[in-house]
């Protein structure tokens, strides 16, 4: 079960990712049926629930370091992997590099909202990319920009 980045990975991050590029993270994310704060008498809203407090707090932290969240979805099916019901959720964010997403994570009023996030996660991942090519933006804003002319 992993639910928040180690200090060992953040400094890895910090020290060998910081290259001042674009990147995307991919979020996974497996709830727990019913929230598991340390305060016991939290526990009486779903993990999804939780999870809610967490990310209206985690979204104004991506906009104030100039990122953006790109796509939300629940999960329909793992078609390659051990456990078809493992995820419940992913999303997908954009930063403007990696010091804007460490910076982030050191924000004051964004530090608390951490219990929501362990209170909801029974496990989860963050897979962090490389941001897409110019020449495929390009190309998918021209995809788009055709498909709608095509479509009307």
Known sequence: MF??????????ARKNHNDGKPLVQINLFSYNRKAKYKDASLN??????AYKKYSDI???AVNKVGGKILWWSKIRLT???????????????WYPNMKKFLEMTEI???????????AALADTRL??????????KIKLRLASWFGKIIFR
């Open 3 to 12: 639910i928040i980045p180690t200090e060992e990975t953040i400094e890895y």
């Open 44 to 49: 009486n809203i779903s993990g999804r629930d």
């Open 58 to 60: 985690a979204t104004k």
């Open 79 to 93: 078609m390659i992997g051990p456990d078809k019901d493992q995820w419940d959720e992913v999303g997908v964010v």
């Open 108 to 118: 004051d009023w964004y530090k608390p909202s951490f219990i929501h996030r362990e």
């Open 127 to 136: 897979i962090t990319c490389y941001d897409m090519s110019r020449s495929m």
